[in-house]
Structure formats: C-alpha cells, structure tokens
C-alpha cells in the first residue's frame, strides 16, 4: 500500500507504478468520465478517500484545451494518460516572493501519450497540462491529498515571477470544473 512509505518520493514512485497498471486496461472507466466539455477540460471525480489521504480524478480535453500554469497546494501528484496524447510543460519553485508573488523557473516540456506516466513531487509541483493534438485525450490524476485549492500563476513584468491566485476546485462526479 502506498500510504506504508513515510517519503513522498517513495509514494509518487509507488503511485505511478500502479496507475502505469491501472491505465494499461481501461476498462474499468465508467462511460460519463470520458464525456468532454466544449467550453473547458471535463473533470471528474473518480475515487475520494474516505480518510483524505488521496484523490483519482479522471479528466477529458478537447483538442486545443489547457489549464493555465498552476500548483497542487503543496502535494504531489501522478498523472497518466489513458488515451491521446497531452504536452505538459513543468516549472520549478524557486521561492515565494511575497503573499501571492513566486519565482519559477520552466524546467521542460514533454508530451506523454497513452500508458504514459508523470508525476509532480514539490516544489517542481506546478506545471501546463495541454491537449496540443487533434483527438480527445483522457487522462488519470491521482494527488497526495484531497485537492480543493490551488493556485494559478500570471507572469509579471519581473522575469520568472509570477503572480499566483488560489482558486476553489469544485468537482463532483459528474462535474466540470
């Protein structure tokens, strides 16, 4: 079980191993996961932990959909990809500036495509997930805690400083958030 490792990295790594199995047959998806929304990525809810140790969320992007730059509230998280393609583009944290001014630092860009794998562990927890292909992508994310705020980030003037905002997350099992 992966709330037995007492380090993160140990988890994550735990965590992306099982969703790597998880998502090699996804059979196991209920239908209305997979509906895509037209206005913005589809998310819903497929396992809440009782005890809030963790979250599954099943998200549908539309080619052309992203999220913005954005944290994970300070918890880890794993993300595979059940079908298409997505591009994720991963930033660093530096350090916090200020009430709501950060530094990050772009670390990379991948694309993961399907039975693909990532994860997030902090401070390299913020990132872009983008649909930059031309079939509906689904994927499977799975965080280190019940995921109810996060904070998304404008660049300002200053190079590599960013202005984060925290936003509620509202998702239920048939929601769009």
Not at 74 to 88: M, P, Q, S
Not at 91 to 103: I, S, Y
Request: proline letters at 5%; charged letters at 25%.
């Amino acid at each position: 079980m992966v709330s037995t490792y007492r380090e993160e990295a140990r988890q994550v790594a735990e965590t992306e191993r099982l969703l790597s199995e998880l998502i090699a047959d996804p059979s196991w998806m209920r239908r209305e996961w997979m509906v895509p929304c037209d206005e913005k990525y589809a998310r819903y809810v497929v396992h809440r932990d009782p005890q809030d140790r963790f979250d599954v969320i099943a998200l549908v992007w539309k080619p052309g959909q992203a999220t913005l730059l954005h944290d994970h509230d300070g918890t880890w998280g794993v993300e595979g990809v059940v079908k298409g393609t997505i591009t994720i583009t991963n930033f660093l944290r530096e350090r916090e500036l200020g009430e709501d001014l950060v530094q990050l630092r772009e670390l990379e860009t991948v694309e993961v495509g399907a039975r693909g794998t990532g994860q997030l562990l902090p401070p390299a927890d913020c990132h872009i997930v983008a649909n930059r292909g031309t079939e509906t992508a689904i994927t499977v994310h799975v965080y280190g805690k019940p995921l109810r705020q996060f904070r998304i980030f404008e660049e300002t003037s200053l190079p590599g400083v960013y202005r984060g905002e925290w936003i509620r997350v509202h998702t239920t099992s048939a929601s769009v958030a």
